[in-house]
């Protein structure tokens, strides 16, 4: 029963990616994976809904396709389709944003805000969460997530001050007491922070 749920899924993105004329290729190229990749999510051997929210809506991109019209197409809900919270009111796009060290998603609904969910990620800090995007560079003053590149360290929120002569990155944690620290580009990265979300309880 599953298997042909997924089977159908499949086809259906098959039947999609031939009406335009679509090569495997291209489709893997929007979704940065391989030909077998998009081979197998057309003959049903990649479980849909364990697909990232990027992978979906890249997917969803190259094949010209509203996520209402996906999920019509492959029964498969997708996270991010909009909702309407209150009868008459906008409809709501919904983000799916994982959440470094867990398992689950922080789920935002942000209305009247196009946000690009590509490489976003959540960190959980002060009772609430930062929301940054993987690899991009942040300006002097802002907030970013600093990452170990190996090794098992934990992220950390800290405000970038800026670049010595060298190139190394100058931070401040967020600390109590504040903490300055200069760190390597080739031991660090640092990820610019594009919102918080705080919760009260």
């Known amino acids: 029963m599953v298997g042909s749920a997924r089977q159908r899924a499949g086809e259906a993105i098959a039947?999609?990616?031939?009406?335009?004329?679509?090569t495997l290729g291209e489709v893997a190229q929007e979704l940065g994976a391989s030909d077998g990749y998009v081979w197998k999510l057309e003959r049903g051997l990649v479980?849909?809904?364990?697909?990232?929210?990027?992978r979906l809506t890249a997917l969803m991109r190259a094949l010209r396709w509203t996520p209402e019209e996906f999920t019509?197409?492959?029964?498969v809900v997708v996270p991010g389709l909009t909702v309407e919270e209150t009868p008459g009111a906008p409809p709501v796009p919904l983000l799916k944003v994982p959440v470094w060290g867990r398992e689950d998603y922080l789920v935002l609904g942000l209305p009247g805000v196009e946000v690009d969910p590509r490489d976003?990620?959540?960190?959980?800090?002060?009772?609430?969460?930062?929301?940054?995007?993987?690899?991009?560079?942040?300006?002097?003053g802002e907030l970013v997530v600093v990452m170990v590149r190996k090794g098992e360290a934990s992220p950390y929120?800290?405000?970038?001050?800026?670049l010595t002569p060298r190139r190394s990155y100058v931070v401040e944690t967020l600390g109590c007491p504040k903490d300055q620290?200069?760190?390597?580009?080739?031991?660090?990265?640092?990820?610019?922070?594009?919102?918080?979300?705080?919760?009260?309880?």
């Open 157 to 162: 929120p800290a405000r970038f001050l800026g």
């Open 120 to 140: 976003l990620r959540a960190l959980e800090h002060g009772g609430g969460f930062l929301v940054y995007r993987e690899g991009e560079e942040p300006n002097p």
């Open 15 to 22: 039947r999609r990616r031939r009406e335009p004329g679509l």
């Open 47 to 54: 479980n849909l809904e364990n697909v990232s929210y990027g």
């Open 72 to 75: 019509r197409a492959t029964g």
């Open 181 to 201: 620290r200069t760190l390597e580009k080739g031991d660090f990265v640092l990820h610019r922070v594009v919102g918080e979300v705080r919760v009260w309880g």
